[in-house]
């Protein structure tokens, strides 16, 4: 997959109840309710099915979304540390 590579599966996951997930779910079903207005149907009544649909499309895309955030900042951490451990003059500790 190329969205998250193999040594992503080092990671321990996020929580299934994180603020991207929420927001893209939250997006989802909004879309859904503008999809409705659109069209002239009422918006919360009709297409349930469609708002479910939309929100869980929602969430499991910021759930991933989250994952790849994740991946990004714990591989710039990795490359950071290891550029401080090979360059220790340039860190030097300030005396107490």
């Known amino acids: 997959m190329a969205f998250l590579p ?10 299934l109840f994180n603020p991207c997930s929420a927001w893209l779910g939250l997006a989802g079903w909004v879309a859904a309710l503008l999809d409705n207005c ?6 919360i009544r009709a297409g349930v099915h469609r708002q479910i649909l939309f929100t869980t499309a929602g969430w499991f895309f910021g759930y991933y979304l989250m994952k790849r955030t994740n991946y990004v900042y714990a591989k710039l951490d990795r490359e950071l540390f290891e550029y401080v451990r090979q360059h220790p003059e340039d860190f030097k500790i300030a005396g107490i």
């Open 6 to 15: 193999d040594e992503s599966r080092s990671l321990p996951p996020p929580s």
């Open 38 to 43: 659109f069209n002239r149907r009422p918006a």
